[in-house]
T-cell receptor
Framework: ETGVTQSPTHLIKTRGQQVTLRCSSQ?????VSWYQQALGQGPQFIFQ???????GRGNFPPRFSGLQFPNYSSELNVNALELDDSALYLC?????????????FGPGTRLTVT | LAKTTQPISMDSYEGQEVNITCSHN???????ITWYQQFPSQGPRFIIQ???TKVTNEVASLFIPADRKSSTLSLPRVSLSDTAVYYC??????????????FGAGTRLAVHP
């Protein structure tokens, strides 16, 4: 069984640039969620994708967008980067219809915006 | 989803039992209680989930009183490797695949030699 993987591990961008983060879900999982975790805080829900469509969204502006592909992998895109976007970005996969909280997280991508 | 309150930090020593209590006064009838563990620079890891009474697995036990307004995560005989942040989450079964997790600040557990 393959776990959740994310790439890249670390990334440094300049304010105003755009970034794409990638996630491969755990084998057999069809739902992907993205979270932003600032230093010292708990993860904050960005959005979730199910059947290649956004299936729920947290309190994040439209410049945060995503995609889910037929193989259930996913991308998180952030446009017009701001300094406050510096955080650990976590991807979590799950199987729709299973227990509400059984999500499996990847190791995250550490984004630094300068 | 119900809001949760848990201690900001706790300290313990190797070999001791650690109990972390979480308050969730507004828990709904169909809500489950779930605990996650997170090490620095890693994603959270599912520990245990329960609905009522007691649940035990190879890692921890979860005690839930009859009114379900609180829960206690019990870690038996902790070791240095149990130093982490522990999150208590409360929520119901998702429908249509929509099952976001709402994390609080968590409890930072430090285990000392």
């Amino acid at each position: 069984e393959t776990g959740v993987t994310q790439s890249p591990t670390h990334l440094i961008k300049t304010r105003g640039q755009q970034v794409t983060l990638r996630c491969s879900s755990q084998s057999g999982h069809n739902t992907v969620s993205w979270y932003q975790q600032a230093l010292g805080q708990g993860p904050q829900f960005i959005f979730q994708y199910y059947r290649e469509e956004e299936n729920g969204r947290g309190n994040f502006p439209p410049r945060f967008s995503g995609l889910q592909f037929p193989n259930y992998s996913s991308e998180l895109n952030v446009n017009a980067l701001e300094l406050d976007d510096s955080a650990l970005y976590l991807c979590a996969s799950s199987l729709a219809g299973q227990s509400h909280h059984e999500q499996y997280f990847g190791p995250g991508t550490r984004l630094t915006v300068t | 989803l119900a809001k949760t309150t848990q201690p900001i930090s706790m300290d313990s020593y190797e070999g001791q039992e650690v109990n972390i209590t979480c308050s969730h006064n507004n828990i709904a009838t169909n809500d489950y209680i779930t605990w996650y563990q997170q090490f620095p620079s890693q994603g959270p890891r599912f520990i245990i989930q329960g609905y009522k009474t007691k649940v035990t697995n190879e890692v921890a036990s979860l005690f839930i009183p009859a009114d379900r307004k609180s829960s206690t995560l019990s870690l038996p005989r902790v070791s240095l490797s149990d130093t982490a942040v522990y999150y208590c989450l409360v929520g119901g079964m998702g429908t249509g695949g929509y099952n976001k997790l709402i994390f609080g600040a968590g409890t930072r557990l430090a285990v000392h030699p």
